[in-house]
């Protein structure tokens, strides 16, 4: 049982702070939030929030933190702390912020529950109250000092059942519509062209710092880089593959979807022909360079047995300078077991050649298992860089760790209830609603989960290498399947859940479908499909965001 925490690493003042803070996060439901150092500015000042408690079925409590040894004498607040003596008035503090978080969301559009229940508080972490303590403007219920930590939130919650007010306390809905609005407001549509842009900028930045990784990894040759969509995996790999090519090696970079491996070759087209490695692909596009002959889409046997194994034959016989240093793999929880003897055996060196593999085992949607038969290093990103704060809570509880959100603060995500037969055109209703906002077709990609879009179907007709052109050159927006567009994004996705050909991957799949936006997210689909697929979180989160 521990609150969640807003921001997700807050910046605190003081030690007093902090050791309040930790203390009441650990004694708070699952559903409860934490929002600490709030800052609120109007014309005439502004003020910071040290804790602010927001618990459904109880209501809010803005609660004032004074560390050191605070004392009262006749009206006088003093605080000692470092040999220091001052002046304080804890509880006009708490009184001033409580009505500038009401008068805030009272602003907000966004909140329409009305004035919630509220209350201020007082913690002296570090001071004892004497047993008779009492004073006009702080009765001791509202202040809880040092030998009240252990119960600190049963204190918030007996001062909020004392509050003697018409106002209903918070819902677990309404506590989420709280934390976006203390989040800020999202993008403004008119300057669209001009956000995106710049977002896109901002997140190229953000995944620029993720280098630090590869410095830390530097001296080790065989990793396995874990992290949960948004996390910057395949920059990584291609960055990794870029310093390795630069410093004179012959690189390999594989992934196993078409699309995402057209994705990697026209980025590597961007570089320095020194900085190129020499093979950018499939795995099995490399066996097939090889020279194993093509096979139909439809064998399965060809894709996850004889081609592999033909490939590790045929790589004994290679000559040295066409085998590899280095292999680097994108989307590395795709791969089945049987073909990683072929991957090691593409190395000059299998025993000890380099080997860098980037993975999201939530991502693995196909139903071949499998985890490479060399032994790796394993190193976690935790980061999400790319999806609003908006688009990355929604799929965050299907991630398979926590992840902390960098990427911003963006537009609500949109929700349309309908059944799953219903969905595509539901889909494609949302999509051209935001082609009139104005919305670029080159920025919107409609997926689905079952059945292809038609337009799809049409398109794959002239092959894959012309549809997945229609990905970069096409001057309509994308449809594609979830399937096909791991390792990708768009600004903007619609989302059509219309089904799951097998739901014992259908949660994968969701989760795929949900992050594949970087600054909006529509969604289309049955809400109890959705909750029995995706689980409860997903579903408040998607109908929270529709009641804004």
Known sequence: MTARVFPAEPVFESHAERQFAEALRDQLPDDAV??????FSDRREDREVDVIVAWPGFGIAVVEVKGGSVSLQGAEWRQTSNGESRR???????VRCKYLLREYLRRDRRWRAGDPRMVHLVALPATVLPEDFTAPDAPRWTVIDRTDLGRAAALVASALRQCETEAK???ADDVEVLVDCLAGVGIPQQDLLAQLHERESECDLLTREQARVLDML???????????????KTWLALEKARRLARSGERVAVMCYSRGLAEFLRRRVATWRPKERPAYVGTFHGLGIDWG????SDDDSGYWEHRLPDR???LAGALPEEERFDAVVIDEAQDFAESWWPAVVAALRSPDDGQLYVFADEGQRVFARQGRPTVELIPFNLNENLRNTKQIAGTFGSLTPTQMRNRGGNGVPVRFVPCASEDAVAAADDAADALLEEGWPHEAVALLTTYHRHPVQVERQQDGQDAYWKTFWEGDDLFYGHVLGFKGLERPAVVLAVNGFRDEARAREML??????????????????????VGGEAVVRRLTAEREQ
Request: glycine share 14%; net charge positive.
């Open 34 to 39: 934490l929002v600490c150092g709030q800052r």
């Open 88 to 94: 304080i008035r804890p509880v006009d503090q708490a």
């Open 169 to 171: 306390p918070p819902t």
């Open 218 to 232: 530097e001296d080790i040759r065989r990793v396995e880089v874990r992290g949960g969509a948004g996390s910057g």
């Open 292 to 295: 194993v002959p093509p096979g």
């Open 311 to 313: 490939m590790v034959a």
């Open 511 to 532: 989760y795929v479908g949900l992050s594949r936006a970087r600054d909006l997210l529509a969604v289309c689909g049955d809400l109890e499909l959705i909750r029995r």
